[in-house]
């Protein structure tokens, strides 16, 4: 079976969530990331990178990277919709909202948990970038429910995972009420409820 390895708390949570889409088996193994332990032993073994998501499938061989796992879990079930078929205009849209999230927003949001920036410096940045990129996602969903339109996908799963992070950095983000709406959308999801669950994190 395969196992996605976690940090509780983590951008872990997308690839989660979209297993549980798709309707992949998998075992959940936690690492401590301090440590880069498991139950199982030695975590830089499994990946010499030492960060999570990682997932390894039925043969050993192990993806890394969040973005990259989302689009491999999709590929697995292209009957579901999880992404656009390849070679469409949709297909592409979908990877700049991956590449949206995983470069400007989860980048970004590192830059707030980092232990080595003042606090200064990380209120002068969540005001002069982030709340940009924010705004961005804001104006994109005050006209769809989704990053992609009127359905859940791919992307969804990490945009959800990454806004769920700036309440535990100090940043308020109910000045954006269409953010707000799809966290909630996002969290009737059952997918959600269950990754949630096995994370033993309530939503937001």
């Keep these: 079976m395969m196992k996605l390895y976690y940090a509780h708390g983590s951008c872990g949570l997308s690839p989660q969530i979209l297993l549980r889409e798709a309707e992949l088996a998998f075992d959940l193994v936690e690492v401590d990331f301090a440590t880069k332990t498991t139950p199982e032993g030695d975590y830089l073994k499994v990946t010499p990178k030492g960060f999570v998501p990682a997932l390894q499938l039925?043969?050993?061989?192990?993806?890394?990277?969040?973005?990259?796992?989302?689009?491999?879990?999709?590929?697995?079930?292209?009957?579901?919709?999880?992404?656009?078929?390849?070679?469409?205009?949709?297909?592409?849209?979908?990877?700049?909202?991956?590449?949206?999230?995983?470069t400007d927003l989860h980048k970004g949001m590192a830059t707030m948990f980092s232990p080595s920036i003042d606090d200064a410096s990380k209120a002068r940045f969540a005001d002069g970038f982030l709340r940009g990129r924010f705004k961005v996602i804001e104006d994109h969903l005050s006209r769809n429910d989704y990053l992609l339109g009127a359905a859940f996908s791919a992307p969804d799963a990490y945009l959800y995972n990454v806004l769920c992070w700036p309440p535990r950095v100090g940043i308020d983000l109910s000045e954006y009420t269409a953010i707000e709406r799809f966290m909630q959308r996002m969290e009737q999801q059952p997918s959600v409820l269950a990754a949630r669950a096995a994370e033993d994190t309530p939503p937001r």
């Design 58 to 102: 039925d043969d050993g061989d192990v993806i890394t990277e969040g973005a990259v796992l989302l689009q491999w879990i999709a590929d697995q079930v292209p009957e579901r919709g999880l992404l656009p078929a390849f070679g469409t205009r949709e297909r592409y849209r979908a990877l700049e909202w991956l590449n949206v999230v995983a």
